[in-house]
């Protein structure tokens, strides 16, 4: 079992909001259009990469120390200057005066995740059966691959967030990013789905994992849970983590390679 005290904590949302920051970098540079933009606030960072974009959140505020309404006015600003509403995502070890703050300025609550992790050793065997789920394979997207992933991956996950362009846009740039990889995922040789990995100060971050639908139940994220560990451990991360909505058949497919709950969070809205 893995205790889930501060350090943890500021570890793993130190990562996501690394990984977010990078994410920004990587779409500013082939795609102006879309203005990303990242702030530091708090001991976080606010990330822009479009209107709604499910990257143009505001996370890691307020594990260094209080938040102040300084603070949380240079978070307003940046996102509402932009057209959008603020969205944060809040660790329940934050301070507690981030949670005044929320509070005080008529923040509602938009809903919950589990932040899932487990220990990484420096051999990590692949916890995939390959004899039960004939067929099922897995490889790394090439860099010129970016727009079939992001497509791939994006219907995955049409039934709950928009295909749009300026998201596809956003997701192409991760099989360019400095810090992470894309993987597919595959059905008897034909492309089934798709996630990322992303790797920083030793914490490695399990993202982006869509199933296409006719392809599901076959142990496809399974398989692609094992490989991104696989290739964690041979970069020397001591830690992985993901996020999932509580109760999911993610989480579930987590836990069954030794994830377990550290915290749920909640993210936070202000239109």
């Known amino acids: ?81 932009r057209g959008d509403a603020v969205r944060i995502e809040v660790c ?26 487990r220990r990484i050793e420096s051999s990590q065997p692949s916890r995939f059966d390959g004899a039960a789920h004939p067929g ?21 996950f049409a039934e709950h967030v928009p295909v749009t362009q300026e998201l596809l846009d956003v ?12 993987f597919f995922g595959l059905v008897d040789g034909q492309l089934a789905g798709g996630a990322t990995l992303a790797m920083h100060d030793k914490v490695a971050l399990l993202g982006g994992a869509g199933t296409d639908p006719p392809f599901r139940n076959r142990g496809l994220q399974q398989a692609l849970i094992a490989t991104r560990l696989e290739r964690a ?19 579930r497919n987590c836990e069954r390679h030794g994830f377990q709950v550290a915290y749920s969070r909640a993210k936070f809205l202000l239109e």
């Open 1 to 81: 079992m893995t205790f889930a005290d501060l350090a943890l904590a500021r570890r793993l949302e130190a990562m996501e909001a690394f990984a977010s920051l990078d994410t920004s970098k990587s779409v500013a540079r082939p795609h102006p259009e879309i203005t990303a933009a990242a702030q530091a606030i708090a001991g976080g960072w606010a990330v822009f990469t479009g209107v709604g974009s499910p990257i143009s959140e505001a996370r890691g505020l307020g594990m260094g120390g209080p938040v102040s309404d300084a603070d949380m006015d240079s978070l307003e600003i940046f996102y509402h200057s």
């Open 136 to 156: 099922v394979t897995t490889r790394a997207a090439a860099p010129d691959e970016g727009l079939v992933w992001a497509n791939l991956v994006a219907q995955c």
């Open 92 to 117: 329940p070890l934050a301070d507690p005066s981030l949670h005044q703050q929320l509070a005080q300025r008529g923040y509602r609550i938009l809903e919950f995740s589990n932040m899932l992790v």
């Open 171 to 182: 997701m192409m740039c991760w099989t360019q990013s400095s810090i992470g990889s894309c």
């Open 233 to 251: 451990a041979q970069a020397g991360c001591d830690v992985a983590m993901t996020v999932t909505l509580p109760g999911s058949g993610s989480q």
